[in-house]
């Protein structure tokens, strides 16, 4: 399961024409069972990216996951999203919307 919980990290460079590059954590919630769960992520360009997992030891519910580094710029204003899905042991998506802005109308 993926949690509604998502945290949206920012680091603004509006020297560089209004560069926001932003990173998004998601958190995944176990089974309480010790395993591997495999995810991939993808930007609204409607690309996924490759591939990759994260193990949850006994005891453990929670993991938290990052997808970082998408600079967007004055040329991306307006509405994106940022998706997660689980590949195993169950697949779920999550969709996160989001609006670029650079505080001004282009």
């Known amino acids: 399961m993926i949690s509604d919980n998502v945290t949206k990290n920012t ?7 209004c560069r926001i ?13 010790p395993g591997e769960v495999e995810y991939k992520w993808k930007r ?5 990216h490759g591939q990759e997992s994260v193990e ?3 005891g453990q519910t929670e993991k938290e996951v990052a997808y970082s580094d ?11 999203t940022i998706t997660l899905r ?3 042991p169950n697949q779920q998506t999550k ?7 650079c505080g001004w109308t282009l």
């Open 11 to 17: 680091s603004y460079d509006l020297t560089k024409y």
């Open 21 to 33: 590059t932003y990173e998004f954590i998601f958190t995944i919630i176990g089974e309480n069972a």
């Open 44 to 48: 609204d360009n409607g690309n996924w």
């Open 56 to 58: 949850f030891n006994p």
């Open 70 to 80: 998408w600079q967007l710029n004055r040329n991306h204003v307006g509405d994106h």
């Open 86 to 88: 689980t590949m195993t």
């Open 95 to 101: 969709v996160y919307p989001f609006t670029h802005s």
